[in-house]
């Protein structure tokens, strides 16, 4: 038996002339993800069809496509041959379970080859009435079915399919520009980078560490990060920074309790010269407002005036079990709560100013000419590209 997976857009459905882009760069996202797999592609009707050459690899691709951003449901329909007799016979058997399962359901008819003897309603009519016959339990509930069954009379053969599948939702990855996200080992921003990455962001990546205060384990685990990322987001620069000497000079050059928000505020300094460097237009944290001490709208408003590039917060109202939750969906909740230090955790000062004043920040820091080592640490930082496994 054929099998083809139909993957139905989301909002691209809705685009008006730049429909079209969105199409091509979802079928070349899909693709990219699928190239091991032998598969035939087509577009019609705002679906993408995916023909495996071997039925087999169906339920693996489906798991692939089911993270591609900018589609919305996926169905797993069967190929039958097109004789109506045949057809319905197929199609009770292929769809048995899930019609043993349901109490109400309804049969909805497409036809692409207008030459076929029935019309659509007809297909629906006579197949609905057999179904029936086989499961008298059931009834047909056309305004709110538990199951649609969906016959499409294609050129060569009848596909039928019944229950859909989520998709990932959003927009296709590289339809939005690009952003720069400061990724730490926690939990919060490798879901900040998947949330943006779900609204067609292309996401690189950036990682200050302080060696020897933070381990090469903590810097693998931030990679790991990365990696289990790329599932959604595609292959990841990633950039990172040593901070180690900008953070010792801190400590020995600035007021303990502003400590915490100047640290930010370079940080956001490097990540910016970086993202000008790269031609990367924006950056992405994974701050949710109030989550800590130094997440308060005081601080964001010293950190932002280092900035001259946007700078995203997509958790920023969110609850810490928002954000769990959805790192557990895009698996890397378990990566996230293994027990490695972050640079950020290095010299905390015990009482950090939650309501920083900015000109007293930009006072503070200006007592020390942090300049040179900025550049260094642009400079020093290693770049590499952690890429989806295949
Ligand atoms: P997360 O769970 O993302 O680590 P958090 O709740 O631990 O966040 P903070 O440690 O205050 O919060 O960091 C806030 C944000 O600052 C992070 O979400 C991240 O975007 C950025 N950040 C923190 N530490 C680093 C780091 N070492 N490298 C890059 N970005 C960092
Ligand atoms: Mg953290």
Redesign the pocket.
């Known amino acids: 038996m054929n099998k083809i997976i139909l993957c139905k857009y989301g909002e691209i459905a809705l685009k008006g002339l730049n429909k079209k882009n969105f199409e091509i760069l979802l079928e070349k996202n899909v693709k990219r993800r699928l190239k091991k797999y032998d598969c035939k592609y087509s577009r019609a009707q705002s679906t993408l069809y995916i023909e495996p050459t071997n039925p087999d690899e169906v339920d693996e691709i489906v798991e692939r496509v089911s993270k591609v951003f900018g589609i919305a449901k996926i169905a797993k329909a069967a190929a039958f041959d097109k004789d109506f007799d045949t057809l319905c016979h197929d199609a009770i058997e292929y769809l048995s379970d899930e019609l043993e399962d349901v109490r109400s359901f309804k049969v909805q008819a497409k036809r692409a080859d207008k030459q076929y003897p029935l019309k659509s309603p007809e297909i629906a009519c006579e197949l609905g009435g057999r179904i029936l016959e086989k499961f008298p339990h059931l009834t047909v509930d056309v305004k709110n079915p538990q199951l649609v069954v969906n016959v499409e009379i294609r050129e060569k053969h009848a596909f039928v399919h019944g229950g859909k599948i989520d998709g990932a939702g959003g927009i296709p990855v590289g339809s939005s520009g690009n952003s720069m996200l ?8 490798p879901v ?1 980078g998947v949330m943006m990455a779900k609204r067609g962001v292309v996401i690189s990546a ?4 302080a060696p020897p205060y933070t381990s090469e384990r903590a810097r693998l685990k931030v990679e790991k990060l990365a990696s289990l990322m790329t599932e959604y987001c595609g292959d990841i620069k990633f950039f990172c920074v040593p901070f180690t000497k900008l953070q010792e000079l801190l400590r020995d050059n600035c007021p303990e309790e502003l400590f915490t928000i100047i640290m930010r505020r370079l ?1 956001l300094e490097i990540a910016q010269r970086i993202c000008k460097k790269e031609g990367i237009c924006s950056l992405i ?3 949710s407002i109030g ?2 001490a ?2 308060t709208m005081y601080a964001c408003v010293c950190t932002d005036a280092v900035c001259n590039i946007p700078v995203f917060r997509p958790v920023i109202g969110m609850d810490k079990s928002e954000i769990v939750e959805i790192s557990r969906k895009i698996n890397t909740f378990e990566t996230s709560i293994e027990p490695y230090e ?3 955790t290095v010299f905390t000062p015990k009482h950090p100013k939650t309501k920083p004043i900015l000109e007293e920040v930009e006072k503070a820091q200006a007592g020390f000419d942090f300049e040179p080592f900025i550049e260094e640490a642009v400079e020093q930082t290693q770049i590499k590209i952690i890429r989806r496994k295949d």
Do not use: W
Not at 183 to 189: E, F, P
Not at 206 to 209: A, N, P, R, T
């Open positions: 400061l990724l730490s080992g926690g939990i919060d921003s900040a950036i990682h200050f560490e940080m944290t994974g701050e989550q800590v130094s997440q972050d640079c950020c």
